[in-house]
């Protein structure tokens, strides 16, 4: 089959919409069940190629949890302290730890849970019964992976009552290396982004610190790769095999900058002892306790410890997150990659990535105040690279 007619397009009245593919017998992909929608199948063809891209990067299980056509985080297969399981609400599944695959995913999904509400994922191996399991317990609208074991396929089509969508890709499949798009009825035709993200992208150090540890490479590797598939203009901040932070779609580099500074913030305050401990009812829903506790780390300016309604959330009232207590924790956090997708216009930007702990920066360069951001770096003992390489995606 190479055409596959989907409900509707990006929104309700936009009838008909279909996918299809040209000089090809049969489309790369299956729906195994549900039904996929035109934004989940952008989301579900960017994510796959993400992780399968990460994949060949790192060697390991790779996992992504997509909304609107941007990664919310991407994520390895790292092995998971426990007290990333708890804030991940992931420290109950019984062989976690026997998957690598589960462990990506437990750290995509957990890293921005609040964007990552109804999200596409994307899982570079077959998908195994722990997996399954952990997804079956988030709310989301489907998944694709190049294959399911047979308890994995059973749990996943049992997910919203029967109609959450499971996509199998073939993993064999390459795209011709021209592709094209319509605007407007006008035919956009490019080479596809094929360049091959590796370590030959992060040689020119252009700071006085040159130091770089295998870890700190695969970091900015997994933050360069998160780049490549999220809405220009981009920021990443990525963290011990997993991005932290993703500042998607902003006109501004700053803006980039902060948002993901922020999302990167938020991951890390999740970890504070007073965080991990709020005393929620029993009964109150993980998407919910998601929101709380965002509110609760943003307390400044959403208080819902003192609006009169935590008698709703909690057994007992929690002492407030103040906010001597958050700058005292967040500085504790050093030696984390950022990656840009197009220079950094100003310094502000590192004055900024600074504030959440980064370390270790990659972006192009080009910019006429080059001098002025690798200075910035330099004061703060920042290791830059400058590779010389653009990573818009539209």
């Not at 991940?88 to 437990?106: H, K, N, Q, R, T």
Request: hydrophobic fraction near 35%; include cysteine; glycine fraction near 6%.
């Amino acid at each position: 089959m190479n055409r596959l007619e989907l409900k509707y397009g990006n929104n309700p009245h936009q009838k008909p919409a279909h996918i299809s593919i040209k000089d090809r017998q049969d489309l790369p992909l299956t729906v195994l069940n549900g039904q996929a929608g035109y934004i989940n199948l952008l989301d579900a063809l960017n994510g796959w190629q993400l992780v399968r891209e990460l994949k060949k990067a790192t060697g390991m299980p790779a996992a992504t949890s997509f909304k609107h056509v941007s990664p919310t985080s991407a994520a390895i297969g790292r092995p998971l302290s426990d007290t990333l399981k708890k804030m991940s609400f992931a420290d109950d599944i019984e062989g976690l730890e026997e998957s690598g695959l589960a462990c990506a995913y437990v750290r995509a999904r957990g890293t921005d849970r609040m964007c990552s509400f109804g999200d596409f994922v994307a899982l570079s191996d077959i998908c195994d019964a722990v997996t399954a399991q952990c997804l079956k317990r988030e709310v989301s609208d489907g998944v694709i992976a190049p294959g399911y074991s047979p308890e994995a396929l059973e749990i996943l089509c049992a997910k919203r009552t029967g109609n959450y969508t499971v996509i199998q890709i073939d993993p064999a499949y390459e795209p011709e290396p021209i592709e094209s798009k319509d605007v407007f009825g006008i035919t956009f035709t490019q080479r596809r982004n094929d360049l091959i993200i590796n370590e030959s992208l992060l040689n020119n150090i252009v700071t006085r610190n040159k130091e770089l540890s295998a870890e700190n490479k695969q970091d900015l590797l997994i933050a360069l790769i998160t780049l490549k598939y999220t809405q220009s203009n981009s920021v990443c901040y990525a963290y011990q095999g997993q991005t932290i932070g993703v500042g998607a779609g902003q006109q501004s580099r700053i803006h980039c900058t902060r948002l993901a500074g922020d999302k990167a913030d938020t991951w890390f305050l999740r970890q504070h002892p007073k965080v991990l401990a709020l005393p929620f009812l029993e009964n109150l829903g993980r998407a919910t306790r998601d929101n709380v506790i965002d509110s609760y780390i943003n307390q400044h300016e959403e208080d819902v410890c003192l609006d009169g309604v935590w008698q709703n959330y909690f057994v007992q009232q929690p002492a407030p997150l103040t906010d001597e207590e958050k700058k005292n924790f967040l500085v504790q956090w050093q030696g984390v990659s950022l990656a840009s997708d197009a220079f950094f216009p100003f310094s502000d930007n590192i004055k900024r990535a600074v504030k959440s702990g980064v370390s270790y920066v990659v972006q192009p360069g080009g910019s006429i105040r080059d001098d002025a951001v690798i200075d910035e770096c330099n004061e703060h003992n920042i290791v830059m690279i400058c590779n010389g390489t653009r990573f818009f995606h539209h």
